[in-house]
T-cell receptor, first 113, second 112 residues
Framework: GQQLNQSPQSMFIQEGEDVSMNCTSSSIFNTWLWYKQEPGEGPVLLIALYKAGELTSNGRLTAQFGITRKDSFLNISASIPSDVGIYFC?????????????FGTGTRLTIIP | EPEVTQTPSHQVTQMGQEVILRCVPI?????FYWYRQILGQKVEFLVS????????KSEIFDDQFSVERPDGSNFTLKIRSTKLEDSAMYFCASKSHNQPQHFGDGTRLSIL
């Protein structure tokens, strides 16, 4: 089946630092999504990318849809304590409105005060 | 903002028992999904549901699993005879056409 590999697996950074994480796949996806998950909660959508090469921002978050359609990255600028959590990329192939998300392995972000 | 709600938040069940996990999707959504996440692992697709029928299911979704939309608001996942390896977080998601999926906060299923 399709596999999405995220790197790094975990990050320990100082508050105020920038964060960069990426996601690669052996398969092409039509849509890339980035979700954040906090303990005891479900994934919350951060950014959705619909076109190869697309660069999209949401506040301090920026994500890009790779031109090969097999990768994506997420950057967080000037990290703050509430950025702590697990970040998942997810790829999607949509077929006449039906779709399933294939999730990446996750990047756990820890902020050191 | 409308939310996907799931109940219960935690379900503890004896192995071999049936369990029903409940979800109330966002009201104008038409596509419904169940995913599961084993502790410490990634989220995995189980099943998608549209127009009162299953659209797609994964290998995980075997004969022990079933889904139902019994009325206009609920979407349920039933596991007929639970196994220890069914212990996981189960997430419901819903979406409208051409919009991303929205997830509930999950039900933690613990099989003893």
């Amino acid at each position: 089946g399709q596999q999405l590999n995220q790197s790094p697996q975990s990050m320990f950074i100082q508050e105020g630092e920038d964060v960069s994480m990426n996601c690669t796949s052996s398969s092409i996806f039509n849509t890339w999504l980035w979700y954040k998950q906090e303990p005891g909660e479900g994934p919350v959508l951060l950014i959705a990318l619909y076109k190869a090469g697309e660069l999209t921002s949401n506040g301090r978050l920026t994500a890009q849809f790779g031109i090969t359609r097999k990768d994506s990255f997420l950057n967080i600028s000037a990290s703050i304590p509430s950025d702590v959590g697990i970040y998942f990329c997810a790829g999607l192939i949509s077929n006449f409105g039906n779709e399933k998300l294939t999730f990446g392995t996750g990047t756990r972000l820890t902020i050191i005060p | 903002e409308p939310e996907v709600t799931q109940t219960p938040s935690h379900q503890v069940t004896q192995m071999g028992q049936e369990v029903i996990l409940r979800c109330v999707p966002i009201s104008n959504h038409l596509y419904f999904y169940w995913y599961r996440q084993i502790l410490g692992q990634k989220v995995e697709f189980l099943v998608s549901f549209y127009n009162n029928e299953i659209s797609e299911k994964s290998e995980i979704f075997d004969d022990q699993f079933s889904v139902e939309r019994p009325d206009g608001s609920n979407f349920t996942l039933k596991i007929r005879s639970t196994k220890l390896e069914d212990s996981a977080m189960y997430f419901c998601a819903s979406k409208s056409h051409n919009q991303p999926q929205h997830f509930g906060d999950g039900t933690r299923l613990s099989i003893l």
